[in-house]
C-alpha cells in the first residue's frame, strides 16, 4: 500500500478528531507540498535500551506499551503512548529482552522505521518516537509531526 493511500485512509477514520483544522494549516499543506511518493523504510520499529528500561520499571506483568498516531497536534498527528493489556486484530507486536511495544497497522504505516525511546529532560521524561523516516516536520517538543510525502 501506498504511503499517499495510507495516509488518506488514517485522515479519514481521523477526520473527526481533526475537523477543528482549517485547509490552511500545516496538516494540510505537508500533504500538497511534495508529489512524489516517499517509500517506507522496511525495518521494523527499534526499541532503544532507555526504553526497555524504562518498561520494565513502569509496567505491571502483562502489560505493554502501545504506541499510536492520531489526527492534531501543531504538526497534523501526534504520538500517543499508553500501557495497555489487551491487543487488538491488527496490533503488530516488537519485543526485546521480555518487554513488548505494540501498535495498530494504520499507526505503524506512520511511524515505521523509527525508535522508541525514553528520554530525560531537565523539564520532563517521555517515551517518544525518534528518526521516523515518514515524519517530514515536528515540533519542538517531539509530540506531533508531519507526513513527507
Not at 489526527?71 to 486484530?89: M, P, Q, R, V
Amino acid at each position: 500500500m501506498s504511503t499517499v493511500t495510507t495516509v488518506g485512509r488514517i485522515f479519514t477514520r481521523l477526520m473527526p478528531s481533526i475537523s477543528h483544522i482549517s485547509s490552511s494549516h500545516t496538516v494540510c499543506r505537508c500533504l500538497s507540498q511534495n508529489a512524489q511518493t516517499k517509500p517506507l523504510n522496511n525495518a521494523d520499529l527499534i526499541l532503544t535500551e532507555s526504553c526497555v528500561e524504562h518498561l520494565k520499571k513502569f509496567s505491571k506483568q502483562g502489560e505493554f506499551l502501545r504506541v499510536s498516531v492520531e489526527g492534531g497536534g501543531c504538526s497534523g498527528f501526534s504520538y500517543k503512548f499508553d500501557l495497555d493489556t489487551t491487543k487488538e486484530a491488527d496490533d503488530r507486536t516488537f519485543t526485546r529482552d521480555g518487554v513488548e511495544v505494540v501498535t495498530d497497522s494504520d499507526s505503524l504505516d506512520l511511524i515505521k522505521g523509527s525508535k522508541i525511546d525514553y528520554q530525560t529532560e531537565i523539564i520532563k521524561s517521555a517515551f517518544r518516537v525518534i528518526d521516523n523516516p515518514q515524519s517530514g516536520t515536528s515540533c519542538s517538543c517531539g509530540v506531533s509531526f508531519s507526513v513527507d510525502l
